[in-house]
C-alpha cells in the first residue's frame, strides 16, 4: 500500500474515533494514536492570535469574532482526501438552510499544516466560494495559514488532536466543525463529515443567543437538545409533551370560549 493511500486510511480511522477523544484509543495504531476531538465546551478562543489571510495579510482572529456565530473548521489544504470532505459537507449542509453566510454568520477555516501559504488558502478559498454560489460567500468565509505555535494554541484550545507523519509527509487528523459564539467561546462540536442542517441551523442560532433565526427555531432548540456525546441533537420528549399538553389545553380553552359565546348570541337573539 502506498504511503498516500496509508494515509488515507489513517485519517479515515481518526475520524471514526472522533467522538471519543484521545483519552479512550487504547489499541490504535501509533500513528493516530492521540489523534481525535475532545470537547472543550464553552472555552475561549485565542482571539489575540495571529494568522494569513488568503489575500496575504496578517490578520488577528479576534477580528472575525464581532456581532455573528462562526463555524471554525480545522483542516490543511494539501490534504489527500478527509479534509476537503469535511468541508464539502459543511458546504453542503450550508445550502441546506437559510441562514447565509457574510450575514447570518461567518466561516473560519485555518490550516493546521504550518508550511502552507497564503495562495494555497486563495485558491481553495475560490475552489469553496464558487460551490457555496451565494452571495456574501467572499466576505463570510476566510481560509488562513499560521505558524506553528498559533497554530498548536489554536488547536490545543479547540480540543483538537492532530499528528504529523515523517515517512508519509500527511497529517492523520480527526473530522469536524465547531461553533463558536460570537464572542470566541465554544458552543458546539459537529462530527463526521456529514452535517445535518437541522443541527448547522439551531447550533448557529443557539450561538447568536437569538439573535439570527424565527419563532420556529426557538420551539426547536426548545423540543430538541444537544447532546456532546454524538455531537447532535436530539428529541426531549418532555418538552415534547409539555409543548402537546399546553397546546391541547389551550385548543379545549379556545373551543370552551366559542361554544359559551355561540350560547350567548343564541340566547340574546331569542325572543322572549
Given amino acids: 500500500m502506498s504511503g498516500k493511500r496509508i494515509c488515507i486510511a489513517a485519517s479515515i480511522l481518526a475520524a471514526v474515533f472522533s467522538a471519543t477523544g484521545a483519552a479512550q484509543q487504547y489499541g490504535l495504531p501509533a500513528m493516530v494514536r492521540g489523534v481525535g476531538i475532545d470537547q472543550n465546551l464553552n472555552a475561549q478562543l485565542p482571539l489575540e492570535l495571529t494568522f494569513r489571510d488568503e489575500t496575504g495579510q496578517t490578520v488577528r482572529l479576534g477580528q472575525y469574532f464581532r456581532q455573528k456565530p462562526v463555524v471554525l473548521a480545522l483542516v490543511y489544504y494539501e490534504c489527500p482526501m478527509l479534509c476537503d470532505m469535511v468541508l464539502n459537507g459543511l458546504t453542503h449542509s450550508m445550502e441546506q438552510i437559510s441562514l447565509n453566510l457574510g450575514t447570518d454568520f461567518d466561516v473560519v477555516t485555518v490550516s493546521f499544516n504550518p508550511h502552507e501559504t497564503w ?4 485558491a481553495k478559498k475560490a475552489n469553496y466560494v464558487e460551490k457555496y454560489q451565494r ?43 465547531m461553533i463558536i459564539t460570537p464572542e470566541g467561546k465554544i ?34 432548540l426548545f423540543c430538541f437538545h444537544y447532546d456532546p456525546m454524538t455531537g447532535k441533537y436530539g428529541l426531549v420528549i418532555a418538552n415534547v409533551t409539555r409543548v402537546l399538553a399546553t397546546a391541547s389545553v389551550l385548543a379545549l380553552g379556545g373551543m370552551i370560549f366559542f361554544f359559551l359565546r355561540r350560547e350567548r348570541h343564541d340566547n340574546h337573539g331569542r325572543p322572549v
Avoid at 504529523?164 to 509527509?169: L, M, S, V, W
Avoid at 437541522?198 to 427555531?217: C, M, P, T, W, Y
Fill in 119 to 122: 495562495q494555497l488558502a486563495a
Fill in 135 to 177: 452571495q456574501g460567500a467572499t466576505q463570510g468565509w476566510h481560509f488562513l495559514t499560521g505558524q506553528e505555535d498559533n497554530i498548536k494554541k489554536l488547536a490545543d484550545t479547540a480540543g483538537f488532536h492532530y499528528k504529523y507523519d515523517p515517512i508519509t509527509k500527511q497529517y492523520a487528523h480527526a473530522s469536524g466543525i
Fill in 187 to 220: 458552543s458546539r462540536y459537529f462530527y463526521g463529515i456529514d452535517y445535518k442542517s437541522k443541527d448547522l441551523r439551531l447550533g448557529l442560532v443557539e450561538a447568536s443567543q437569538d439573535k439570527i433565526g424565527n419563532f420556529a427555531d426557538q420551539v426547536l
